[in-house]
C-alpha cells in the first residue's frame, strides 16, 4: 500500500477553526483487490493474459485468479517467499501443450514470488513454482491433461457460455448444471453419457444453437 499523511483542519460555519490534525490516506496498490481466497479470484477471460501492475501488499497477502481452458477451471495462487511486499505482473498462456503461468517484475520491484496451481474447487494441489523465473520471480509450466477427461462438470457461473460465444465440450461423461446465453453455439459430446442436471438452462431464444449428443471426442 501507498500511505500518506496529510494536515488537516476543520471550520465551522462561523470561521471558528480547530488545530491542526494528521490524516492519513491509504491507497491500494492492486486494482484487482479484493481476490485473496479462491473464492474472490480474479477471472481471466483471455487465452493470453498480462495483467496490468499489481502487487502483494504484505507478508500475508495472497493473489488468486481464475483461467478457464477447454471447460476446466484452474486457480493460481500467487505470493511472497520472503515475506516481502513488492510489484508484479501476471502472465497466463498455453504454449503447445502446457499451461505456462509467469510472475514479471514491475516498477523495479524484486519480489521473490511463489506460485501455486489448482484446479476445481481451489483445493486440489497440482503443482508449484519457487523462483525459478528472470530474477526470482516464478515461472510454472504445466503439462494439460488430454482433452477428453472420464467427467467434465460444466457448472455455474464460471463456466456459464456467454451470449454469441461458440463452444464444444467433450468427455467420456459429461454433468451439466451451467447456463447458456442467447445466440450461442454449443456442442457437448459425451461418448457415454451427457447429463444436463437441475440448474442447467438455455437462453437461446433469437439465434445460435444446442446441441448434445453421444458421440467420442476424435
Same mark, same amino acid.
Given at each position: 500500500?501507498?500511505?500518506?499523511?496529510?494536515?488537516?483542519?476543520?471550520?465551522?460555519?462561523?470561521?471558528?477553526? =480547530?488545530?491542526?490534525?494528521?490524516?492519513?490516506?491509504?491507497?491500494?496498490?492492486?486494482?484487482?483487490?479484493?481476490? %485473496?481466497?479462491?473464492?474472490?479470484?480474479?477471472?481471466?477471460?483471455?487465452?493470453?493474459?498480462?495483467?496490468?501492475? $499489481?502487487?502483494?501488499?504484505?507478508?500475508?497477502?495472497a493473489d488468486?485468479?481464475?483461467?478457464?481452458?477447454?471447460?476446466?477451471?484452474?486457480?493460481?495462487?500467487?505470493?511472497?517467499?520472503?515475506n516481502v511486499?513488492?510489484?508484479?505482473?501476471?502472465?497466463?498462456?498455453?504454449? =503447445?501443450?502446457?499451461?505456462?503461468?509467469?510472475?514479471?517484475?514491475?516498477?523495479?520491484? %524484486?519480489?521473490?514470488?511463489?506460485?501455486?496451481?489448482? =484446479?476445481? %474447487?481451489?483445493? =486440489?494441489?497440482?503443482?508449484?513454482?519457487?523462483?525459478?523465473?528472470?530474477? %526470482?520471480?516464478?515461472?510454472?509450466?504445466?503439462?494439460?491433461?488430454?482433452?477428453?477427461?472420464?467427467?467434465?462438470?460444466?457448472?455455474s457461473t464460471?463456466?456459464?457460455?456467454?451470449?454469441?460465444?461458440?463452444?464444444?465440450?467433450?468427455?467420456?461423461?459429461?454433468?451439466?448444471?451451467?447456463? $447458456?446465453?442467447?445466440?450461442?453455439?454449443?456442442?457437448?459430446?459425451?461418448?457415454?453419457?451427457?447429463?444436463?442436471?437441475?440448474?442447467?438452462?438455455?437462453?437461446?431464444?433469437?439465434?445460435?444453437?444446442?446441441?448434445?449428443?453421444?458421440?467420442?471426442?476424435?
Open positions: 500500500n501507498g500511505t500518506t499523511v496529510y494536515a488537516a483542519v476543520c471550520m465551522d460555519v462561523d470561521g471558528c477553526t =480547530t488545530a491542526a490534525g494528521a490524516v492519513t490516506v491509504t491507497l491500494e496498490c492492486d486494482p484487482l483487490e479484493p481476490n %485473496n481466497t479462491y473464492s474472490s479470484a480474479t477471472i481471466i477471460a483471455e487465452a493470453n493474459y498480462l495483467s496490468p501492475e $499489481v502487487c502483494l501488499d504484505s507478508k500475508n497477502d488468486w485468479y481464475a483461467y478457464v481452458h477447454t471447460n476446466k477451471v484452474y486457480y493460481i495462487r500467487v505470493a511472497s517467499v520472503n511486499h513488492g510489484y508484479y505482473k501476471l502472465s497466463v498462456s498455453v504454449v =503447445t501443450d502446457s499451461l505456462r503461468i509467469e510472475t514479471l517484475s514491475s516498477s523495479g520491484s %524484486n519480489l521473490s514470488t511463489r506460485v501455486d496451481l489448482y =484446479t476445481d %474447487n481451489g483445493t =486440489t494441489f497440482l503443482w508449484n513454482d519457487f523462483s525459478s523465473g528472470v530474477n %526470482n520471480f516464478s515461472l510454472l509450466k504445466y503439462k494439460l491433461p488430454s482433452p477428453c477427461p472420464a467427467v467434465l462438470n460444466l457448472y464460471l463456466l456459464d457460455i456467454a451470449p454469441g460465444q461458440t463452444n464444444t465440450a467433450k468427455g467420456l461423461q459429461i454433468n451439466a448444471t451451467n447456463k $447458456v446465453g442467447d445466440g450461442a453455439t454449443v456442442s457437448y459430446y459425451g461418448q457415454n453419457a451427457v447429463l444436463l442436471l437441475p440448474g442447467f438452462q438455455t437462453n437461446i431464444s433469437t439465434g445460435g444453437s444446442f446441441q448434445a449428443a453421444i458421440q467420442g471426442c476424435n
